[in-house]
């Protein structure tokens, strides 16, 4: 204990003390938040460790951890084969969670484990396997993660790995892109989802694939063609994306699944979830990746009918392609990535009010369910899991760019919070399969390691960003903007009509990561003022977000019926009428 008259005087230091030592109240809550940074940034770090080194110890080489019996699964061939059909007898994994952590370990900055782990698969991974796998996982994970670290291992200004690298990762990758081609040996180029490593196409297999299976692989495959000089990726991934874009409704609008052999929509219905989430992603992506003109011009009539049909306040809901009619009230967890896509478009306001109802829900359930049915406030019956998803921290991560606002830093804060008391066992980091009884499930998906950690890490530690300029991938791997790979640079595909900001600090204020692809207009307020606004914002038609007529209503979530537009506005299953 402190004697009595030690603490008086300690308290009236600490009282008398800011004018002995004027220090700004603003230094003051810089210095208290670069603290924070630093704290929360050490416990990612242990996070990612604690995933990774239990991975090495139980799982690798196989793909995933089972972090509570400490053993592991070859999920490649699972991913997406909700039925488990044609699980392969021989398969014994491709070390994916370490393919996945390749270039968050160097986001970490440990090049020496990133460069062991490199020479390890450059010598010993073989995709002549008699696996059936589901293309845009593959595609996503596997090739993005090889060819993301291929590019950081041969970064001129930072050689990762030493002496011993001759491209291994760039030649496994090409191994793998060249498995992928007769998926788009099909009458529209549109691929098969399913393709065997070794055999190609199965016999009889499914015509149907989803809207992301067809458009998410233009920057992994066109990398990987800028990369090997040979184009025969990126125009595969190209044609399915231009046929796909055919099939778009006079609304602009897509559906989410459909036959690859006939090019019909299966599923007229769509929102911004799963999917269909990394379809707009890659438009626009591609489009800072290639700086094509194409890509920006299907992105932004995407992007316009997505808010003008889907958008309902700061919600997302479902609708039909052929009309515009809302279907399914669901907020599903996928869809907490497009608040991150909102900022790279420079769409902040709409980013930031969605990003907050996203956070609600988070701290009501302590992590973001599967599905929550919007019509009714509760969740969805069966989807009540939480498997470690990244996109709450991702967009978390892009807004805490764009505006700086420390209030990010503390939604940051609560869900590495979360996943430490919820989904931290003595094996790793385990999903949830419950979130009202917080169950959890013997499953530490890849994209844990790949994702959630490093948009933890880069919220809290961007170190990496500065001075360069990077595209994430959807499973979060990075690749450079590089002007060798830009057909023209972004800036050339502005329309005239849009105002320039008047300096780029005013262009950062909007969107750090990509200096405005969508630009800001500087509108005048009056009496000097100027405001800045995104050319891309379309302002909510209606405050109150009542309905005008049934078909805003959609289908009731537990039933199946269709709701109807109360005399007051609203919607509902008004049975008693
Ligand atoms: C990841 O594999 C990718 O982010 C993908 O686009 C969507 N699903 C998972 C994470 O939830």
């Given at each position: ?207 149907e694939?989803s809207t ?42 897509l559906g989410t699944t459909l036959d690859?052999?006939?090019?019909e929509w299966i599923e007229y219905s769509s929102?911004?979830?799963?999917g269909v ?41 479902e609708?039909d392609m ?5 279907t ?250």
């Amino acid at each position: 204990m402190l004697p009595r008259q030690v603490v008086k005087w300690i308290l009236v230091f600490l009282v008398i003390s800011p004018s002995l030592f004027p220090v700004s109240v603003s230094e003051v809550d810089s210095s208290y938040w670069s603290a924070k940074k630093r704290h929360m940034k050490k416990k990612v770090h242990d996070m990612f460790y604690h995933a990774y080194e239990n991975y090495l110890t139980h799982a690798f080489p196989h793909d995933e951890l089972k972090p509570l019996s400490k053993s592991f699964t070859d999920s490649l061939s699972e991913l997406g084969n909700l039925k488990l059909e044609h699980l392969p007898q021989h398969y014994n994994g491709s070390a994916l969670t370490l393919i996945e952590s390749l270039s968050s370990l160097v986001i970490m900055g440990n090049n020496t484990e990133f460069e062991r782990a490199v020479l390890w698969l450059s010598e010993n991974l073989s995709f002549d396997v008699d696996a059936r796998i589901n293309l845009f996982e593959c595609n996503i994970r596997v090739l993005g993660g090889l060819v993301s670290a291929h590019i950081l291992a041969t970064d001129s200004a930072n050689r990762l790995v030493q002496g011993s690298y001759k491209n291994q990762l760039l030649t496994l990758a090409e191994d793998l892109g060249r498995r992928f081609l007769p998926a788009f040996d099909t009458p529209t180029g549109l691929p098969y989802a399913w393709i065997n490593l070794k055999y190609g196409v199965m016999e009889n297999e499914t015509n149907e694939t989803s809207t992301s299976g067809c458009g998410s692989l233009i920057l992994e495959m066109g990398a990987l063609s800028r990369l090997t000089g040979d184009p025969i990726y990126e125009s595969a991934a190209l044609r399915a994306l231009r046929r796909l874009w055919s099939m778009r409704s006079s609304l602009n609008l897509l559906g989410t699944t459909l036959d690859v052999t006939t090019g019909e929509w299966i599923e007229y219905s769509s929102g911004i979830g799963a999917g269909v989430d990394s379809f707009y992603e890659y438009l626009f992506k591609a489009h800072i990746l290639f700086g094509k003109e194409d890509f920006w011009r299907m992105f932004h009539s995407a992007y316009l009918a997505v808010q003008k049909y889907f958008r309902h306040g700061p919600w997302y809901h479902e609708a039909d392609m052929r009309n515009g009619k809302a279907t399914y009230w669901q907020l599903t967890s996928l869809q907490a990535f497009w608040p991150g896509l909102q900022v790279l478009v420079g769409d902040i306001a709409a980013a930031n009010s969605s990003h907050r109802e996203f956070v609600h829900v988070w701290k009501k359930f302590g992590v973001l369910p599967e599905r929550y049915l919007l019509d009714h406030l509760m969740l969805h019956p069966t989807e009540k899991y939480y498997p470690l998803r990244p996109e709450l921290a991702e967009s978390t991560f892009y807004l805490y760019q764009a505006t700086k606002d420390p209030w990010y830093l503390e939604v940051g804060e609560s869900i590495v919070n979360s996943l430490n008391s919820y989904t931290k066992v003595d094996g790793g980091f385990a999903s949830i399969r419950d979130v009202t009884t917080m169950q959890l499930e013997d499953h530490q998906h890849s994209f844990f390691l790949a994702e959630t950690c490093k948009y933890l890490y880069l919220l809290f530690d961007d170190s990496f960003l500065v001075d360069r300029n990077y595209v994430f991938t959807t499973e979060g791997h990075p690749l450079p903007v590089l002007s060798s790979w830009h057909d023209r640079l972004p800036e050339a595909y502005i329309p005239s009509n849009w105002t320039f900001l008047p300096s780029e600090k005013q262009a950062r204020r909007a969107s750090a990561m990509t200096l405005q692809v969508c630009p800001a207009m500087s509108l005048d307020c009056g009496h000097g003022c100027q405001q800045v606004k995104s050319a891309c914002h379309i302002p909510d038609a209606r405050s109150d977000h009542r309905c005008f007529g049934d078909e805003e209503c959609g289908v009731d979530a537990t039933t199946c019926r269709r709701r109807t537009c109360s005399m007051a506005g609203y919607c509902g299953l008004w049975l008693f009428i």
